[in-house]
């Protein structure tokens, strides 16, 4: 055995694993403290859903309990954050970007009625034949009925109180 094999690499050599630099470690704790951070944010049900640890899972509880923007809190989040190294991150991250992928389709759903009540209230007959297309068992009565007292309440600068039943009904049959 030369002098130069005590150089080579050993199976069982700590440098044989793949090197990560300081600032990629770092980012990768910060992307944890964030996920962890998010975690608080869920209600029970959601929360309940998201697979971790029983510890991890009461430091949350206790987060939800702060009061938001003390010192406490911030110090929680932290802990939350050095738990999140021992979790399965990309499980938990799977999970609250489902819940927040729901959250978006609802708000999409939420800003298309939203749409549908001004272009009833602005528009003409065509537009309340467009929706009865969408919705063909919507009651049309109804809906005429609604659309001209919003028209009215608009003319007249009052309050929209039939704009937002409108609304409301749109929601209701969408069944958000």
Not at 1 to 21: A, G, K
Not at 117 to 129: P, Q, S, V, Y
């Amino acid at each position: 055995m030369s002098q130069n094999d005590d150089f080579l690499p050993d199976d069982d050599h700590p440098f044989d694993e793949e090197w990560v630099s300081k600032t990629r470690r770092k980012r990768e704790m910060e992307e944890l403290q964030a996920l962890g951070a998010r975690l608080p944010e869920l209600n029970k049900d959601q929360l309940s859903k998201v697979p971790m640890s029983d510890i991890l899972r009461a430091a949350v509880v206790e987060a939800q309990r702060l009061p938001p923007r003390c010192e406490a809190i911030r110090r929680q989040l932290q802990y939350i954050g050095r738990l999140m190294r021992s979790e399965d991150a990309d499980e938990i991250q799977n999970a609250v970007d489902r819940f927040e992928a729901g959250k978006q389709a609802h708000l999409q759903v939420f800003h298309k009625l939203e749409r549908w009540r001004d272009r009833l209230i602005l528009g003409d007959n065509t537009d309340l034949e467009a929706y009865l297309a969408e919705d063909s068992a919507a009651d049309i009565q109804y809906l005429r009925q609604l659309i001209r007292n919003a028209k009215k309440e608009a003319s007249l600068e009052k309050p929209p109180a039939s704009a937002k039943k409108l609304f409301k009904y749109l929601r209701d049959r969408a069944g958000v």
